[in-house]
C-alpha cells in the first residue's frame, strides 16, 4: 500500500513564497512507476481544482491558467517525489493543496496500480 506524504504549506503575505513537496512511498514492496503526478487546491468553500500536472511519461508539465509565470512544478524521479515552487503568492492561492499521483507498486508477485492523494497542506496568503 502506497501514500503520498506532502509538506511546505505554511503562512505568508501577498508576494511570498512557498514550496511543496509531495514524496511518494510505499509500505511494502517497491514503486515501480508513477504516473500523471498532479497538484490540486481546494479554496474555502469551494470546489477542488487542479492546479499542475506532470506527465510521468513524457514529463509535460501544465498549469491552471491563474498559476502560469507564478508556480513552477517539478519531480525528481530518484526520490519519487515532486515539487510545486509558489511565488508572488495572492490571497487567491490560499487553501488546502493535494498532491495526487497514479502509482505501481510490487510486493513479491502482487501487483497494485491506483491513485493516491496526499492528506493536504495548508497553504495561507494574507497580510
Known amino acids: 500500500q502506497g501514500q503520498l506524504v506532502e509538506s511546505g504549506g505554511g503562512e505568508v503575505p501577498p508576494g511570498g513564497s512557498l514550496k511543496l513537496s509531495c514524496a511518494a512511498s510505499t509500505a511494502f514492496g517497491m514503486i515501480t512507476n508513477i504516473e500523471h503526478m498532479a497538484w490540486y487546491r481546494q479554496a474555502p468553500g469551494k470546489q477542488r481544482e487542479l492546479v499542475a500536472s506532470i506527465s510521468g511519461i513524457s514529463g509535460a508539465i501544465n498549469y491552471v491558467d491563474s498559476v502560469k509565470g507564478r508556480f513552477t512544478a517539478s519531480r525528481d524521479n530518484a526520490k519519487n517525489t515532486w515539487y510545486l515552487q509558489m511565488t508572488s503568492l495572492k490571497p487567491e492561492d490560499t487553501g488546502d493543496y493535494f498532491c495526487?499521483?497514479?502509482?505501481?507498486?510490487?510486493?513479491?508477485?502482487?501487483?497494485?496500480?491506483?491513485?493516491?492523494w496526499g492528506q493536504g497542506t495548508q497553504v495561507t496568503v494574507s497580510s
Open positions: 495526487n499521483a497514479w502509482m505501481t507498486s510490487r510486493s513479491g508477485s502482487v501487483v497494485t496500480r491506483r491513485e493516491y
